[in-house]
Structures are given as C-alpha cells and as structure tokens.
C-alpha cells in the first residue's frame, strides 16, 4: 500500500501509537463506565468492536494493482525459506515482543494493586496514574517511528537501549515504595518499551518479502499476546512472596531480551550477506 519503504516504518510506529493510545484510554474509559454501571464496560467492548469493523470498511480501501496471492503449495513454501533464512533472528524478535509486553503488563498490574492497597485509589483516579506509563510507552513510540525510517542497524541499537532502559527502571522499582518515585519509575519503563515496540515491527516488514510477511507479523502479534496473558497471573504470583523476586524475574527477562537484540539481530551481518 506504500510507494516507499521508509514510510512503512512511520506508519508503524503511528499504528503502534495508536495501539497504546487505547490501552492509555482503557484504564480511563473502563473506569468511568463502571462507575457508572458496574457491567457497562462490558456492552462497551461489542460497540466498540462494531465501529472498528465499519471503519475498516468504509475507509481501508483494496489497491487497484493488487494480485491474487499464492495457492496455499506455493505459499507454505516460501513461509519455510523465510524461518530457513531468516528463522534465528525472527525467533529473537518473537521473544523480545513476548517478554516486553510480559514486563509491560506485569509493572502494570503491580502499579494497579500497589495504587489500591497502599495509596487507596480506586476507579477514574486510579484510571488516570495507570494511564501514565501507557501514554508514556505511546509518545516514545510515535517519536521512534519517526526516527528509524528504513535504517535497519538504527533499529536494533534502539530496541537495545530501549530494552535497557527498561530493566534499569524495573530494578529501580525495588528501592521505595514512594508514590511520586514509583510513577516516574514506571514511566521510564514505558519509554524504554515504547522505543523498542516499532523497530520489532518495522525490523519483520523491512526484512521479510512480501509474500509470507503477513504470516510473520501475525507470528509475532500472538507472541506478543502470550507475554500480555502471562504477565498479571505470574506477578500476582510473585507478589505473595518477597518483592525481590519479583523484580528479579522481571529483570532477568529484560536481560534476556537485551541480549537477543544484542547478539541475535544482526542486520550488519545481514546487510553484508545479501
């Protein structure tokens, strides 16, 4: 749908802004309809889905030169020489997504249970400071879309010093308790996090060809989800135990992913290669 490839970048990062806009406007918007009515939130979400699906409709619109796609033989093919290709990496970024969206939502659900039992907020007060960090991770993420352009080796620099960034933030959660501490702390993270997010995408579009990328960057999105799922359980886990634990295990995953990105995306080495 673009002419120019470096435009696939900025748009990515204004979709991943878009897509943390809402989790900004989640905590908030949830908040007031339940105070309104306890259940509202929950007739919200098929209306909200309904809008959705009219907007695509009217306003995504088919290009005039697109090709029917591949029969499924040819498709399942080139889906293999691609993971053959380019499987060591890919798997890298998979698991990258997976454990900051784990982080993400994890300090998250932290920030909410610290928020209601130390502090006391309860609906649109508490809606508005879990909203920080989002809006926080939005904002680094529009401003990184615009940075990286088609600059692959850009990319992978950033997501490691986003990746950083954000375990630095983590570990600094284990040193008070404070409310003014914890909120800042929290939106560093979501910095580090949003820096990463739009160079995962836009490192799977500028790589991948055409023909299979759509598969990959679905691969990728339910990777992401998993590390949504696995968050809240486990640090609500963790939680009942000593806080060092939990900062420990969210630490060791940010490690984790640095390395990855550090050591597994290489796009010097791929540049050289092709």
Not at 145 to 169: C, E, H, P, Q, Y
Not at 184 to 189: A, D, E, N, Q, T
Not at 248 to 255: N, Q
């Amino acid at each position: 749908m673009f002419r120019k490839e470096k435009d696939v970048s900025t748009t990515l990062g204004l979709i991943e802004t878009s897509n943390t806009f809402g989790k900004v406007l989640s905590p908030i918007l949830g908040s007031l309809l339940a105070g309104l009515i306890w259940f509202l939130p929950f007739f919200a979400i098929p209306v909200f889905c309904a809008v959705s699906a009219i907007l695509i409709m009217m306003l995504v619109k088919k290009p005039k030169n697109d090709k029917k796609g591949p029969d499924f033989k040819t498709f399942w093919k080139d889906a293999k020489k691609a993971f053959h290709k380019h499987g060591g990496w890919l798997s890298a970024v998979f698991a990258i997504g997976a454990i900051l969206m784990f982080i993400l939502f994890g300090i998250l659900f932290y920030l909410s249970s610290i928020l209601e039992d130390h502090y006391h907020f309860n609906g649109l007060k508490k809606g508005f400071y879990l909203a920080g960090p989002l809006a926080a991770l939005c904002l680094s993420s529009y401003l990184t879309g615009r940075i990286i352009k088609d600059n692959l080796v850009r990319m992978k620099w950033i997501t490691f010093s986003g990746i950083m960034l954000s375990a630095v933030a983590v570990i600094a959660v284990r040193f008070s308790e404070q409310f003014i501490y914890l909120l800042i702390v929290f939106l560093i993270c979501g910095v580090g996090i949003g820096a990463g997010l739009p160079c995962l995408d836009a490192l799977i579009t500028e790589s991948i060809d055409k023909e299979v990328r759509g598969t990959i960057t679905c691969i990728y999105s339910s990777a992401r989800y998993l590390g949504v799922a696995a968050g809240p359980p486990a640090i609500a886990l963790l939680m009942k135990g000593n806080l060092t634990w939990m900062i420990a295990v969210l630490a060791f995953f940010a490690i984790v992913a640095a390395f990855l990105s550090f050591r597994i995306i290489r796009p010097e080495a791929d540049s050289a290669n092709s």
